[in-house]
């Protein structure tokens, strides 16, 4: 799964501890959705969307395999 995580949160001049903090998880958390090593639960995929001003079908882009 690839996301547009970075991407977005450059757009609002935050960062990863930013956003962290927003969303209630420590900073590894979104190093780790970044790099799309990991899966976020649904209420964690919402939050980040709702945070990055987003839904969460453009933020993550996933793979078909």
Do not use: C, W
């Not at 690839?2 to 956003?19: G, M, P, S, V, W």
């Not at 979104?30 to 945070?51: M, Q």
């Amino acid at each position: 799964m690839k996301t547009r995580i970075k991407e977005l949160r450059a757009r609002y001049n935050l960062t990863q501890e930013d956003l962290a903090k927003k969303v209630g998880v420590r900073r590894e958390t979104i190093v780790f959705l970044e790099k799309g090593k990991y899966n976020p639960s649904l209420k964690l995929a919402h939050d980040v969307a709702k945070a990055l001003k987003t839904t969460i079908d453009e933020l993550f882009i996933f793979d078909k395999d």
